[in-house]
């Protein structure tokens, strides 16, 4: 090891993969731009900072990101870790209080005596020692530039956008209630319920709202990953789409009605405190103005208070599977490496598994060991098998579900049992890999040290 790993970027990916490769005991230069240069989305300086929601999807193990996340837990996972130790109530899925979560994941990071957290930006990708790219999918242009002319090749691009918070104490508990679907887990989401007429106006608000300019290099090419549509763009497609997507109604039974509403707009808890409320499914790429117009529609909404007001951005992303081993190697570079959005995964959980592959790679290369593989009938190793084997001709992010793994032997049709089995053989495969190279994979991590 004649030279610290370098880590380039500080996000969910980058701190999970300084972590994993410090903690093998390899000393690890992590590179975040921050506060030195900003990205169009982040607010702070902290490491991990969630741009987007503040959830990092289901709990429940028989679920696609549920599995993932335990898995990531027997793994060892820091930022699965801190995510649970300062988790707020979100119903069935893990949300965080975002402030303190990215602000102890920064303390854990920083104070780890083998990493050294470098606050510079990083204009060209290193031509010697070990190094993993975790810059996400705003990575900025000095950078791209660098690795486009290492691979030859253009970056894909789609668009992506942020919700709106709102002040807990602005929603007028009148007119919302308090519920999670089907009555599961705590009632977790305030729930604005509305009748047809003013969803009618709603939808009809949306669809003549003025939008905020895109810029130059974001007009080029305008692709929307369809598991995070806008609100605006989903009101475009018909008067029924919302109904079926963010708004549907179903399994919210309104107390003072003891019915469903026609459509029901969710609020998620942004913070332990539960001052802050996040409008769920509602990214958005509205001016600011026609945020507050259209929003304060909503029944319960009409004194909000924005905290934040949506915003949109373009994200790019590697055709990995041209340059991508399932180590997350590049090809023609053994020694570069890759994780998180910038490799195709979509979503938080998804980044922390391939910050977890990258890290833990980059120090057995730095030991001189052969680097690994996840098991393929795993969650993790089934997201990673799709950026580096998918098809680049139709390569798009992919978040983690059920439809990546191979099939069950016989096949098991009643979709609850199958997605057990799935569990249940992940669980196996990762117990197997943790006796093969030394991971205690069988007990959760409650807490990093």
């Not at 769920?280 to 909000?304: D, H, S, Y």
Request: net charge negative; with cysteine.
């Amino acid at each position: 090891m004649s030279e610290p790993v370098r880590i380039i970027g500080g996000g969910i990916a980058g701190a999970e993969a300084a972590w994993q490769c410090a903690q093998a005991g390899v000393e690890v230069i992590l590179c975040e731009m921050r506060p030195v240069r900003l990205s169009p989305a982040h607010h702070t300086e902290h490491l991990g900072e969630l741009v987007c929601s503040n959830s990092f999807g289901a709990m429940a193990t028989d679920k696609a990101p549920g599995l993932l996340k335990e898995e990531l837990r027997r793994l060892g996972s820091l930022v699965i870790a801190v995510a649970d130790e300062h988790a707020v109530p979100a119903g069935g899925a893990l949300a965080v209080d975002r402030g303190v979560y990215s602000q102890v994941l920064t303390e854990r990071v920083a104070n780890h005596p083998l990493i050294e957290l470098r606050r510079e930006e990083v204009q060209g990708i290193p031509e010697t020692g070990i190094v993993v790219l975790a810059t996400g999918p705003l990575t900025s242009e000095p950078l791209a530039q660098s690795l486009q002319s290492k691979t030859g090749m253009e970056y894909l691009s789609f668009f992506d956008a942020a919700s709106p918070i709102v002040e807990g104490d602005s929603l007028d508990t009148e007119k919302v209630f308090l519920a999670s679907r089907y009555d599961k887990g705590e009632a977790a989401y305030y729930n604005c319920p509305m009748n047809e007429e003013e969803y009618r106006a709603f939808w009809e608000a949306l669809c003549a709202a003025e939008q905020a300019e895109l810029k130059t290099f974001e007009q080029e090419e305008k692709k929307f990953f369809e598991a995070c549509l806008p609100i605006e763009e989903l009101a475009s497609r018909g008067y029924e789409t919302m109904r079926y997507g963010p708004l549907k109604p179903v399994g919210l039974t309104d107390p003072r009605t003891g019915r469903w509403p026609y459509a029901c707009i969710q609020l998620r808890q942004e913070d332990k405190a539960g001052r802050l409320w996040n409008l769920v499914g509602f990214q958005t790429n509205l001016r600011w103005g026609e945020q507050q117009r259209v929003f304060r529609m909503i029944p319960g909404l009409e004194k909000a208070e924005f905290v934040r007001l949506g915003v949109m951005h373009r994200n790019t992303f590697l055709c990995s599977p041209h340059l991508l081993a399932p180590t997350l190697q590049f090809h023609n570079q053994p020694n570069l490496l890759a994780c998180g959005q910038l490799t195709g995964t979509e979503g938080y959980t998804a980044a922390i598994a391939g910050g977890w592959l990258a890290g833990t790679n980059a120090a057995r290369l730095a030991r001189g060991l052969n680097p690994l593989m996840l098991p393929p009938d795993t969650m993790a190793g089934a997201l990673i098998h799709y950026v580096s084997h998918g098809d680049p001709k139709t390569f798009q992010p992919m978040p983690p579900n059920f439809a990546l793994l191979s099939e069950i032997t016989p096949k098991i049709r009643n979709k609850q049992q199958r997605y057990w089995a799935y569990r249940e053989r992940a669980f196996t495969a990762l117990d197997a890999f943790g006796d093969q190279y030394g991971y205690a994979t069988r007990t959760p991590m409650a807490q990093a040290n």
